[in-house]
């Protein structure tokens, strides 16, 4: 989940995209992505495209 989130970054971005950034198959990245909107970390915005809710402790250090 949290490769998935990684990859997800700021960026709308589709299941598929996601899964080409990370490797995984369409099973695990939809997985991923169904927790993490049950976490309230990631929401689906309609038409396939999902965004983070969170921003990763990394990415904030980045942006310093």
């Known amino acids: 989940e949290l490769g998935v989130l990684r990859a997800l970054g700021s960026e709308e971005q589709t299941a598929d995209e996601l899964g080409a950034v990370t490797e995984l198959d369409?099973?695990?990245?939809?997985?991923?992505?169904?927790?993490?909107?049950?976490?309230?970390?990631?929401?689906?915005?309609?038409?396939?495209?999902?965004?983070?809710?969170?921003?990763?402790?990394?990415e904030a250090q980045e942006q310093e």
């Open 26 to 58: 369409a099973a695990q990245v939809l997985s991923a992505l169904t927790m993490l909107t049950l976490r309230g970390a990631v929401e689906e915005l309609g038409g396939g495209r999902f965004r983070s809710l969170v921003r990763l402790e990394e």
